[in-house]
């Protein structure tokens, strides 16, 4: 039987325990069974008023001197009082990912993390971030919501408004509640509302499209448009697209759940060099296309692959790799300039794109690289995952991450491609009559911008760009062959899920002007 997890984290005399006392000691909770367990003791007690809410408390030299016995005491613990739900109120001074370990263990694994909220009181938040070491950030990167308390410390709002920037600088996206005395209703609702899984999100997406499908055709069939072509072309796309993302996201798991985070920082390259070289071998040498190979640029920069090196690989890969190779070689009938072309122009724009990142490197936070995401909240953290001892924990954790995954990042191809097969069935006669009065350079401005609306998976699209060289001139071609595989509107969606909207959007511009670039200026200079 699954257990739903709660956890409060905050400094000591955040009004965790208050919060705790509010939220738990509610009349609507009087038949719910819970299990508190406290890593932390202030000055507030827990006042327990019905006999469902039983609490255990752990002191900090328990906490990081012997986390084996914790963890079989919470096991014996559990077992016992056989509880509805637990809650967690952790210690402020000590790092969140020594939780997150303990969920590793064979004994908690029926533990499941819902919802982890930050309490922290306006006045004195940037005093102790500053002097508290990185426990305190990773726990307000780790939260699914933080709530800051209005005390009468407090100078006003331009206080909370600085503090709120603040916290969503170390996690951008989190929701932020403001508390002065009592817990509001909608906050109480927030935080007993359950996580869809991914498994979830995917299939009501899914849903979604197919109900919208049966509504909007008669009036499209009465506008004289065929539905049933978006449908084709959809299911054409999914298609194509399903196997190269399940092998990314199978190729993703191996790297997070098999490759230790201390072996790639010894033996991936410490210069900057050797770190693009090793991205573009890599990009080379794995059949991947674009949707296969963001999965793997997630895992990448999650076990800390440096970002250029990480972006180069992500942008290379579906431009370069054996399988693309083959099919311009097969589409352009063997011509091997074209082919020569889009590696040789492919791989060094991905290359420069990725020494932008480099070169122009943002202080702001643009990747959430301390932040859990759903796998972790659904099947289980797995930051400590080199205190996983046997091969069979390894392989059943392998499988619930490549699951959640591909759930997690399928919603947005299934929503992507959705979006890509409209335009497709709007045709692109609007991009051939612009084509008409254009020079080469805005021709391959509208390739490029086709490729992105068309979102077609880089194994095949060297087949739809053959079809459009009577009408365009070879310049416009392979801005289509290039750009298209690196961003199109099924990656931006796939990008989503996992970063910030300022890093997709400075890749995108970034990756547009210099595929542009690239292919004009190679062009001015003899071209193919």
């Known amino acids: ?27 609507d909770r009087s038949k719910i069974k819970t299990l508190l367990l ?36 919470i096991h014996r613990f559990v077992k016992e009082q056989a509880p509805d739900e637990i809650w967690i109120e952790w210690n402020g001074v000590t790092p969140f990912s020594l939780l997150q370990d ?51 410390k407090s100078s006003g709002t331009g206080t909370y408004q600085r503090m709120r920037h603040m916290i969503k600088n170390i996690n951008p996206g989190v929701p932020v509640y403001k508390l002065k005395d ?26 979604f499209l197919t109900a919208a499908y049966f509504l909007t055709k008669p009036v499209l069939d009465q506008l004289s448009f065929s539905a049933n072509t978006i449908i084709n072309v959809f299911l ?9 993302l399940l092998l990314g996201v199978l190729l993703s798991s191996v790297i997070q759940i098999f490759v230790p985070r201390s072996w790639i920082e010894k033996h991936f390259p410490k210069s900057l060099a050797g770190g693009m070289l090793a991205a573009v071998v890599g990009g080379f040498c794995l059949p991947v296309c674009d949707c296969a190979s963001i999965p793997i640029f997630r895992s990448l920069v999650r076990k800390g692959v440096p970002l250029p090196a990480a972006v180069t690989f992500m942008l290379a890969a579906p431009v370069i790799n054996p399988v693309v190779i083959l099919s311009t070689y097969y589409a352009f009938g063997g011509n091997l300039s074209v082919v020569a072309g889009r590696i040789g122009m492919g791989g060094f724009a991905a290359v420069v794109i990725g020494l932008s990142f480099a070169v122009f490197h943002s202080k ?5 690289n301390g932040r859990f995401d759903g796998v972790m909240c659904s099947c289980g953290c797995y930051q400590g995952i080199s205190s996983i001892s046997g091969p069979r924990a390894k392989i059943d954790l392998f499988l619930r991450h490549a699951q959640a995954e591909f759930f997690d990042v399928g919603k947005y191809l299934i929503i992507g491609s959705f979006v890509a097969s409209v335009f497709q069935g709007l045709g692109t006669g609007m991009f051939l009559n612009a084509q008409d009065k254009a020079g080469d350079a805005l021709s391959t401005i509208i390739m490029m911008i086709m490729a992105f609306v068309l979102s077609l998976c880089s194994s095949s699209d060297a087949i739809v760009a053959r079809s459009f060289s009577a009408q365009f001139p070879m310049m416009a071609i392979m801005g289509f062959l290039i750009f298209g595989p690196m961003m199109d509107i ?39």
């Open 1 to 27: 039987m699954t257990i739903p997890v709660y956890v409060v984290t905050g400094f000591l005399y955040s009004g965790k325990t208050t919060f705790l006392n509010a939220m738990l000691n509610r009349y």
């Open 102 to 152: 303990f969920f590793q263990s064979t004994l908690l694994r029926s533990f499941r993390i819902q919802k982890v909220i930050h309490i922290a009181d306006v006045s004195g938040l940037e005093e102790i971030l500053g002097r508290t070491g990185t426990s305190l950030p990773e726990q307000i990167a780790n939260s699914d919501a933080v709530i800051l308390r209005i005390s009468q």
């Open 364 to 368: 702001k936070q643009d990747l959430p």
């Open 38 to 73: 406290q890593f932390e003791s202030g000055e507030e007690e827990f006042q327990g008023t019905n006999d469902y809410c039983i609490c255990k408390c752990f002191s900090k030299k328990e906490l990081e001197g012997q986390p084996d016995q914790m963890i079989r005491a």
């Open 490 to 528: 099924k990656n931006l969606l796939m990008l989503s899920s996992g970063f910030s909207k300022r890093f997709i959007i400075r890749l995108l511009v970034t990756s547009f002007l210099i595929c542009f670039a690239v292919v004009f200026l190679f062009y001015q200079i003899g071209g193919i």
């Open 236 to 244: 054409g796309i999914i298609l194509q697209a399903i196997p190269f």
């Open 182 to 207: 009592t817990c509001p209703v909608n906050l109480y609702k927030w935080v007993m509302e359950k996580k869809p899984s991914p498994v979830y999100s995917f299939f009501r997406s899914l849903l």
